[in-house]
């Protein structure tokens, strides 16, 4: 498939669910992710400067991918359940049901974190648009949010 088939299907959003769940607390630590979230990497491609991935994840019910935070543009799909995304002010930037599209920008100023507050999985698809040779996603600490 193509690149802009992918991204089409990605519903161009993005969920760079990376790095953690709440039960690590404090604002001094990176926060794991919770327990079964998982990424499938489905397709990648590096053009000139720039990295595509496009990726399947998976938060199962009452878990989060942990704070982080990405160095490229990510663009999702939900494909299933409702994904809930908190900012570092510790508010709600956006809940995704099925069949809707998120985006998340770059940079460490947009640490956030992707929660599955309902009862079946979440799941993503994912385009990510990274500069060449960087991670998914890099870890952040809590910035202090006390939710589950």
């Known amino acids: 498939m193509s690149v802009k088939l992918h991204a089409r299907r990605a519903g161009v959003v993005a969920v760079a669910v990376t790095a953690g769940l709440l ?3 404090g604002a001094a630590r990176a926060t794991p992710a919770g327990p079964g979230v998982a990424g ?4 990648e491609k590096t053009v000139a400067n720039t990295h595509y991935v496009f990726r399947e994840i998976t938060i199962p019910a009452g878990q989060a991918t942990g704070w982080h935070y990405h160095d490229g543009t990510l663009y999702g799909y939900v494909k299933q359940g409702t994904l809930s995304h908190f900012d570092s002010t510790c508010e709600s930037d956006g809940v995704y049901p099925a069949h809707h599209t998120i985006q998340e920008p770059s940079g460490a100023d947009h640490v956030h974190i992707g929660m599955n507050k ?3 999985p979440v799941i993503l698809d994912v385009l990510y648009v990274l500069p060449a040779g960087a991670p ?3 870890d952040a600490p809590n910035p ?3 939710f589950q």
């Open 136 to 138: 998914l996603s890099e």
């Open 144 to 146: 202090g949010c006390d």
């Open 23 to 25: 039960a690590a607390g």
């Open 118 to 120: 309902g009862t079946v």
């Open 40 to 43: 499938t990497i489905i397709w």
